[in-house]
């Protein structure tokens, strides 16, 4: 979080938002990783490399707060 006070690079923010989202899942915190997953696909067009994991990201969190149509969504997304 820290590493986000400081916006150098819109490349390193978004690797930091998406490190940060693994991190909330990773701690059972679906509702913390969510915001900063969405994040990550607000600025595909710098990051198509990170929006295929946000979207498995979300659909994980979704699916973890029992949000079946939303991780259906998101997973169909990340296999297609």
Do not use: C, R
């Not at 969405?38 to 990201?57: F, N, R, W």
């Amino acid at each position: 979080q820290k590493s986000l006070s400081y916006p150098l690079n819109a490349e390193l923010v978004a690797l930091a938002k998406f490190w940060l989202a693994e991190t909330y899942s990773l701690a059972e915190n679906p509702k913390g990783a969510i915001p900063l997953y969405q994040e990550i696909l607000d600025v595909e067009s710098t990051m198509p490399k990170y929006s295929l994991q946000a979207h498995y990201g979300l659909g994980y969190a979704h699916y973890n707060l029992q949000q079946y149509n939303m991780a259906a969504t998101h997973f169909q997304v990340y296999v297609s």
